[in-house]
């Protein structure tokens, strides 16, 4: 193990100021959105929620349909057991 203490360190957490969190999350953010134009990722919020948005539809209607022809099939077999 490291002896912190003859490396000058303490074992002490110190409490963070307001400024330095608000000062840690504005730099997380910008980190972020280099990482994301490294990558060739914009960061538009109102695109991926309009994708995101098409996507629910989509399984929306899929679903409405899978359900739709489970009653006609639930029908059919209804009618000819009758």
């Known amino acids: 193990m490291v002896d912190y203490r003859k490396l000058g360190l303490s074992g002490k957490v110190e409490r963070a100021t307001l400024e ?10 910008e980190r972020k959105r280099d990482m994301d134009k490294e990558r060739g990722q914009d960061f538009d919020l109102a695109k991926r929620v309009a994708e995101r948005r098409k996507v629910e539809e989509e399984e929306k209607q899929r679903r409405k349909e899978k359900k739709k022809a489970r009653r006609k099939a639930k029908r059919q077999y209804q009618d000819e057991s009758d």
Do not use: D, T
């Not at 330095?20 to 953010?29: D, G, I, P, S, T």
């Open 20 to 29: 330095q969190v608000q000062a840690r999350l504005e730099w997380l953010k």
